[in-house]
């Protein structure tokens, strides 16, 4: 899709939002999957802002095959022949992790990171685009539960899905970087999903609502 048509759709989100509630698209949060059932499906529930919620360390890992491994060359198109050799040495990069993580900073609103932004990071960047100053936003724990709830889809089809093989090729290179990581970058990811995930709370909710002026800094 041409930048020029990114651009278009862009101004009609935000020209729509100052009228109605949103959805807030993370990057790898099953972003083009929203997004498809967002332009062909009514919301069902339109006084709601929302978004959906990832385990924060296996959406970084898929971060890494959009920003590093997909990026490269294939000698075989329309394969799974990826190499993970080029991860290593630039999570060993301390600052092109940290641009990739968190751009060009809160003041710039993290411009110019990657899709490995955190998702916190990257909800505060929606808000702004947004225009949302007050109410709150729904974090779902999972695609399905806000795709039932708000388009009455039980079992939505994955768009543009990273391929499981790689993936784990991926993970399995990331995995002695993981603590450092995860204390230095996603700390706050994981307080959100702690509140979510069933496994780590008992009490868990399949959705949390998270007032926007916690969201954004500078109200």
Request: aromatic share 10%; glycine share 2%.
């Amino acid at each position: 899709m041409c930048k020029a048509h990114h651009q278009l759709k862009f101004r009609l989100r935000v020209k729509s939002s100052l009228n109605k509630c949103m959805l807030l698209l993370i990057l790898k949060n099953a972003h083009s999957t929203l997004e498809w059932y967002e332009e062909n499906h009514t919301d069902l529930q339109p006084d709601i802002n929302w978004c959906v919620w990832r385990e924060p360390w296996h959406r970084f890992v898929s971060a890494v095959w959009t920003d590093v491994v997909e990026k490269q060359q294939l000698d075989k198109p329309n394969s799974d022949n990826h190499s993970v050799a080029e991860i290593v040495p630039k999570i060993m990069d301390k600052d092109w992790l940290r641009q990739q993580v968190q751009g060009d900073g809160p003041e710039a609103l993290y411009y110019n990171a990657g899709h490995m932004i955190t998702q916190w990071n990257d909800l505060q960047r929606e808000c702004h685009r947004l225009k949302l100053f007050n109410g709150s936003v729904r974090i779902y724990s999972s695609v399905k539960t806000a795709t039932k709830t708000h388009f009455n889809i039980k079992a939505p089809r994955a768009i543009n899905q990273s391929p499981p093989t790689v993936l784990r090729k991926i993970k399995d290179t990331l995995s002695p970087f993981k603590a450092h990581i995860v204390e230095t970058y996603l700390q706050q990811d994981y307080e959100i999903w702690e509140q979510l995930d069933p496994v780590l709370n008992r009490t868990h909710t399949p959705f949390i609502d998270v007032p926007v002026d916690k969201i954004r800094k500078d109200l």
